[in-house]
């Protein structure tokens, strides 16, 4: 069965830092990758995503990820972390076949972001 | 275009009791999700339609939980009775051919 891990339930980083957030997959073949973004009381919002090709992916609000197949890894990144981007974070997988993409989210890294 | 609308947002009941939730999807998103997210984890998925199909409800608890779409828009997510472990909040999720995901605020239910 596909799984995700997000080992950091918490990261702490002051506004203005680079942030790094891990994303570890188990799963037969490449998945779909997502990552999301949940601020309080809102739904899920997608930040990017891989499907293939250039592994390093580009997303919205400057956030970037890279897929690393031999670590089995989708880590989200960002070179200067703002005061808004204080939410939880969650990475999801799918399967790349067939017409289901039913989304396997990790449990999510909640984000503080420290004036 | 619009997303996802929701209702109502907040919820509280009573164990034993009833409750539907409301999912209106993103015109022509012919694939809508149910999750159940729970406190300090991620969403799981609880159903998956296709137009107004059943494509998967493996994980739905089919002893209190249902869900219909009609007509192949609007869904309903109904809890007969409600237990304890049923607080979350509930997701709909509407996708389009494009393969991606798009959600709705939820439904944050609690139930004492």
């Known amino acids: 069965a596909q799984s995700v891990t997000q080992p950091d339930i918490h990261i702490t980083v002051s506004e203005g830092a680079s942030l790094e957030l891990r994303c570890n997959y188990s799963?037969?073949?490449?998945?779909?990758l997502f990552w999301y973004v949940q601020s309080p009381g809102q739904g899920l919002q997608l930040l990017l995503k891989?499907?293939?090709?250039?592994?390093l992916v580009q997303g919205i609000k400057g956030f970037e990820a890279e897929f690393k197949r031999s670590q089995s890894s989708f880590n989200l990144r960002k070179p200067s972390v703002h005061w808004s981007d204080a939410a939880e974070y969650f990475c999801?997988?799918?399967?790349?076949?067939?017409?289901?993409?039913?989304?396997?989210f990790g449990s999510g890294t909640q984000l503080t972001v420290l004036p | 275009e619009a997303g996802v609308a929701q209702s109502p947002r907040y919820k509280i009941i009573e164990k034993r009791q009833s409750v539907a939730f409301w999912c209106n999807p993103i015109?022509?998103?012919?694939?809508l999700y149910w999750y159940q997210q729970i406190l300090g984890q991620g969403p799981k998925l609880l159903i998956q339609?296709?137009?107004?199909?059943?494509?998967?409800d493996s994980q739905l608890p089919k002893d209190r939980f249902s869900a219909e779409r009609l007509k192949g828009v609007d869904s309903t997510l109904k809890i007969q009775p409600a237990k304890l472990e049923d607080s979350a909040v509930y997701l709909c999720?509407?996708?389009?051919?494009?393969?991606?995901?798009?959600f709705g605020p939820g439904t944050r239910l609690t139930v004492l």
């Open positions: 999801a997988v799918a399967s790349p076949s067939g017409s289901a993409r039913q989304l396997t």
């Open positions: 799963y037969g073949a490449t998945p779909y």
């Open positions: 891989y499907f293939s090709g250039d592994t």
């Open positions: 015109s022509g998103h012919a694939t």
């Open positions: 339609f296709q137009n107004n199909g059943v494509v998967d």
């Open positions: 999720a509407a996708q389009a051919v494009t393969d991606t995901q798009y």
